[in-house]
């Protein structure tokens, strides 16, 4: 890793902290569905003199001088992602996912237009509209839910939202939902009511890339995605669209939304991009969602109720309270035990937000470390025992140290 000397002999105080980070991301297992751990080519691309220079504008179009350089770096990094995901027209700048998402409602309606996307605590997104983000409090959406039974996003129920509401966007992508999406069914169904298609794959644009999920690019009319999470890239985003739409989408992100791109960033996201496209990423995509399967069959059979009975990419949602646990005391006792998760709230569920019944789990971090679905038993194994011993401290502790023997029997490789 880097020596850091620099920071050393200036600011000690920034440097420990630093220390004590990547020595809890060594010794502890991540399997929050979002995060990830990025190469070495991404991190030192991050740190890059790049950083140095405004470039409002767009290549060959800037309102600074001195950008001829930027241009060619910026062209880079959209011809890689055009060619990663089969794009006609791709904006590398946003700055993360909900500015993107941000900059999509921008490019295609107006405040007050009437939206259509998936509830929060049903698998969406805060910018899907909830009614404490600002996509809730400027536009007017209307919301689909998963079934109560299977967990599934219903299609036929769907259109019947749609055809009564006659949404101006229909918003199909997730950040908690465990299944494939039918693409061509929500196209289907926004044709025949008039709506865009704006399809956002924030958490499974990896998978999509590698060919492992089906790809939206092609058929939606905009697509979002962060370049983090299973893309394994520096956090930030990019919005990809139709030609026909290029124009309006740019204007939307500079200068609608942003100033100035942070070009160190997407100097970072070209490394990911061109990472992406080689066929070692294919086979770490492949094993993500093979350890994923594993994880969802090994909680069913310790019997833990997974949201849809299972999983068709990285993700998983459990709902604690079958083993009388909230998803906020879950998280809690794992964390004590090194193992990272998210709480996430559950279909329907009576709890509260900050407090809800569930837990999300992925596996995009812990494949990068290589393990593989033997491992993933053996961390199913910890944490059913770390929640059912949750107040037994030796037990928890004991776990802690066979988690962290693990973990540095397979070092994250850009540590």
């Given at each position: 890793?880097?020596?850091?000397?620099?920071?050393?002999?200036?600011?000690?105080?920034?440097?420990?902290?630093?220390?004590?980070?990547?020595?809890?991301?060594?010794?502890?297992?991540?399997?929050?569905?979002?995060?990830?751990?990025?190469?070495?080519?991404?991190?030192?691309?991050?740190?890059?003199?790049?950083?140095?220079?405004?470039?409002?504008?767009?290549?060959?179009?800037?309102?600074?001088?001195?950008?001829?350089?930027?241009?060619?770096?910026?062209?880079?990094?959209?011809?890689?992602?055009?060619?990663?995901?089969?794009?006609?027209?791709?904006?590398?700048?946003?700055?993360?996912?909900?500015?993107?998402?941000?900059?999509?409602?921008?490019?295609?309606?107006?405040?007050?237009?009437?939206?259509?996307?998936?509830k929060l605590d049903h698998?969406?997104?805060?910018?899907?509209?909830?009614?404490?983000?600002?996509?809730?409090?400027?536009?007017?959406?209307t919301q689909y839910e998963?079934?109560?039974?299977?967990?599934?996003?219903?299609?036929?129920?769907?259109?019947?939202?749609?055809?009564?509401?006659?949404?101006?966007?229909?918003?199909?992508?997730?950040?908690?939902?465990?299944?494939?999406?039918?693409?061509?069914?929500?196209?289907?169904?926004?044709?025949?009511?008039?709506?865009?298609?704006?399809?956002?794959?924030?958490?499974?644009?990896?998978?999509?890339?590698?060919?492992?999920?089906?790809?939206?690019?092609?058929?939606?009319?905009?697509?979002?995605?962060?370049?983090?999470?299973?893309?394994?890239?520096?956090?930030?985003?990019?919005?990809?669209?139709?030609?026909?739409?290029?124009?309006?989408?740019?204007?939307?992100?500079?200068?609608?939304?942003?100033?100035?791109?942070?070009?160190?960033?997407?100097?970072?996201?070209?490394?990911?991009?061109?990472?992406?496209?080689?066929?070692?990423?294919?086979?770490?995509?492949?094993?993500?969602?093979?350890?994923?399967?594993?994880?969802?069959?090994?909680?069913?059979?310790?019997?833990?109720?997974?949201?849809?009975?299972?999983?068709?990419?990285?993700?998983?949602?459990?709902?604690?309270?079958?083993?009388?646990?909230?998803?906020?005391?879950?998280?809690?006792?794992?964390?004590?035990?090194?193992?990272?998760?998210?709480?996430?709230?559950?279909?329907?569920?009576?709890?509260?937000?900050?407090?809800?019944?569930?837990?999300?789990?992925?596996?995009?971090?812990?494949?990068?470390?290589?393990?593989?679905?033997?491992?993933?038993?053996?961390?199913?194994?910890?944490?059913?025992?770390?929640?059912?011993?949750?107040?037994?401290?030796?037990?928890?502790?004991?776990?802690?140290?066979?988690?962290?023997?693990?973990?540095?029997?397979?070092?994250?490789?850009?540590?």
């Open positions: 890793m880097f020596d850091y000397k620099n920071i050393y002999a200036q600011d000690p105080d920034v440097l420990a902290v630093i220390k004590k980070e990547t020595k809890r991301q060594s010794e502890e297992l991540e399997l929050i569905a979002s995060e990830n751990y990025v190469s070495r080519a991404v991190l030192e691309a991050m740190a890059t003199v790049l950083t140095n220079k405004y470039s409002e504008g767009y290549p060959g179009h800037r309102y600074y001088g001195g950008n001829q350089i930027i241009d060619e770096m910026e062209s880079l990094a959209i011809e890689r992602a055009k060619k990663l995901f089969g794009a006609e027209h791709v904006n590398v700048q946003p700055l993360s996912g909900s500015p993107a998402n941000a900059a999509v409602y921008m490019a295609f309606i107006k405040p007050g237009d009437k939206v259509l996307g998936l698998g969406g997104h805060l910018s899907h509209g909830h009614p404490v983000n600002f996509s809730g409090m400027l536009y007017n959406f998963v079934e109560a039974q299977s967990g599934r996003i219903n299609m036929d129920k769907v259109r019947q939202i749609a055809s009564r509401e006659k949404p101006k966007i229909i918003v199909a992508g997730y950040s908690a939902y465990s299944r494939e999406i039918e693409w061509q069914k929500f196209k289907e169904i926004a044709d025949e009511v008039g709506a865009f298609t704006f399809a956002d794959i924030a958490h499974t644009a990896g998978l999509i890339a590698a060919g492992e999920m089906a790809n939206p690019v092609p058929l939606f009319d905009v697509v979002t995605t962060t370049t983090h999470k299973t893309l394994r890239g520096p956090r930030g985003a990019i919005i990809m669209c139709r030609d026909k739409y290029a124009k309006q989408v740019d204007r939307a992100v500079f200068p609608g939304m942003q100033g100035g791109p942070h070009e160190h960033i997407i100097a970072a996201k070209a490394v990911a991009f061109g990472e992406n496209l080689q066929s070692e990423f294919k086979q770490y995509a492949k094993q993500v969602m093979a350890n994923a399967k594993t994880m969802a069959e090994e909680f069913i059979r310790l019997g833990y109720p997974v949201i849809s009975g299972g999983t068709d990419n990285h993700l998983m949602v459990v709902d604690m309270t079958a083993k009388g646990l909230s998803g906020k005391e879950a998280e809690s006792v794992l964390d004590r035990c090194g193992i990272s998760v998210s709480r996430s709230t559950i279909p329907n569920d009576p709890n509260p937000p900050m407090n809800p019944s569930g837990v999300r789990f992925g596996t995009p971090a812990v494949t990068t470390r290589g393990l593989k679905t033997e491992e993933i038993k053996k961390i199913v194994t910890w944490i059913n025992a770390g929640l059912e011993h949750k107040d037994e401290i030796e037990v928890l502790e004991k776990i802690r140290e066979e988690v962290k023997e693990m973990c540095l029997s397979f070092p994250v490789p850009s540590i």
